[in-house]
């Protein structure tokens, strides 16, 4: 059985720069990570 993706989107600019294995529960995914378009760590969140 294959596990269900999610992407990550920058909450600054609004780009899609990864995605992750869905987690378990119904919170939405929210990591800081590395924006290549803003050139800076910012906070991204799961869309659905």
Known sequence: M???KVG???????ARNYTVP???GD???EIRKFCKHCKMYTLHRETR
């Open 8 to 14: 990550l989107e920058c909450s600054k600019c609004g």
């Open 2 to 4: 294959a596990t269900k």
């Open 27 to 29: 919170k939405r995914l």
């Open 22 to 24: 869905a987690p378990r």
